[in-house]
């Protein structure tokens, strides 16, 4: 008799968010170390859902790049070496030079109050020690800048940085340096505002040396974590178990 192959699982597009949302939400925060495994049982045992229905997530979050999924090895919080640090922080001073150059002639009084209404929102997250919110709206802030050029390329490019550069934070920058990093999106605004372009830029590329600067970088192998313990504060009651790590 022929063998009869595994069935997919389910649709469940609530399960799948409210799964994606915990995983993400918890290495933005920094919960997870840099190079903690993602194991598929694991996950289904605390999730409660079938190994396949994680491993889609798992994927997902892959192609979002917010984690990496090695060959026969599985998945894992991302582990940036320093020379990639280097390349992607490069990168970010090389890009927004050209588009703050860009946006000057762009920069009207609306494009103002959308980046003054950013960095409340901004100021707020960090006083209230959302590290997921300050790392989400700390990208946002330069995806303002590159959408308000309107070069749809332009934007694709940033969106790809920051889905790398976010992750960078999230894993190797103290929780205690969010605030800085407002203040230093708030002179480059002042800046736009006076039309220093040349300031502007200067400051942006500070901005980028310092978030860079800020990294604490460890290559060794990341500590055991509670994987468990570790989802519990991001996930619905009805969807994570409340059971130890093994």
Do not use: W
Request: aromatic share 2%; proline share 6%; charged share 30%.
């Amino acid at each position: 008799m022929p063998s009869r192959q595994p069935r997919a699982p389910k649709a469940d597009p609530e399960t799948d968010e409210a799964i994606h949302a915990a995983i993400a939400r918890a290495v933005m925060d920094g919960s997870l170390r840099a190079g903690t495994k993602l194991a598929e049982h694991r996950l289904a045992e605390i999730f409660g859902v079938s190994r396949e229905r994680i491993r889609k997530v798992l994927h997902r979050l892959g192609a979002e790049r917010r984690i990496e999924i090695i060959p026969n090895r599985g998945a894992r919080v991302p582990q940036p070496t320093l020379a990639e640090i280097r390349a992607i922080y490069e990168a970010h001073r090389v890009l927004e030079a050209g588009v703050l150059m860009a946006l000057l002639p762009r920069l009207d009084d609306a494009v103002l109050a959308r980046l003054d209404a950013h960095l409340a929102e901004e100021r707020a997250a960090a006083e209230r020690g959302d590290r997921s919110a300050s790392v989400r709206l700390s990208g946002a802030f330069h995806l303002l800048l590159v959408d308000a050029v309107g070069n749809a390329e332009l934007s694709r490019i940033l969106r790809d940085l920051l889905s790398r550069s976010s992750v960078m934070v999230s894993v190797y920058e103290p929780a205690s340096q969010s605030i800085c990093a407002v203040d230093e999106h708030g002179a480059i605004v002042e800046a736009l505002r006076a039309r220093d372009v040349a300031r502007a830029v200067a400051l942006s590329a500070h901005h980028f040396q310092h978030v860079e600067q800020r990294l604490r970088v460890d290559p060794g192998p990341a500590p055991a974590t509670d994987l468990a313990a570790a989802f519990r504060p991001y996930a619905p009651a009805k969807t994570v178990r409340a059971r130890r790590g093994r």
